[in-house]
């Protein structure tokens, strides 16, 4: 069986914004964020900002929580 994952056009741009600005990557931002690579078609820009959230995590930046959502 299988599915098709049609993500919003700026969804990977409204989720690398909300991470940015709160610091962590959710269970939510997770299932994002896995939906847009295997949905197998990003943009250059769409993998620089994925590239950037995963360094933001290898350097700490960035702290992955497994909450469903951050509430600020």
């Known amino acids: 069986?299988?599915?098709q994952i049609n993500l919003?056009?700026?969804?990977l741009s409204d989720l690398f914004a909300d991470v940015t600005s709160s610091g962590h990557i959710t269970l939510a931002d997770r299932?994002?964020?896995?939906a847009a690579i295997?949905?197998?078609c990003l943009t250059e820009e769409?993998?620089?900002s994925?590239?950037?959230?995963l360094?933001?995590?290898?350097?700490?930046?960035?702290?992955?929580?497994d909450e469903i959502s951050v509430v600020m």
């Not at 994925?50 to 959230?53: A, Y």
């Open 55 to 65: 360094y933001g995590v290898r350097r700490g930046r960035l702290q992955i929580v």
């Open 38 to 40: 295997l949905e197998g």
């Open 46 to 48: 769409e993998q620089t």
């Open 31 to 34: 299932y994002g964020l896995k």
């Open 8 to 11: 919003l056009p700026t969804a």
């Open 50 to 53: 994925l590239d950037r959230l």
């Open 1 to 3: 069986m299988c599915h």
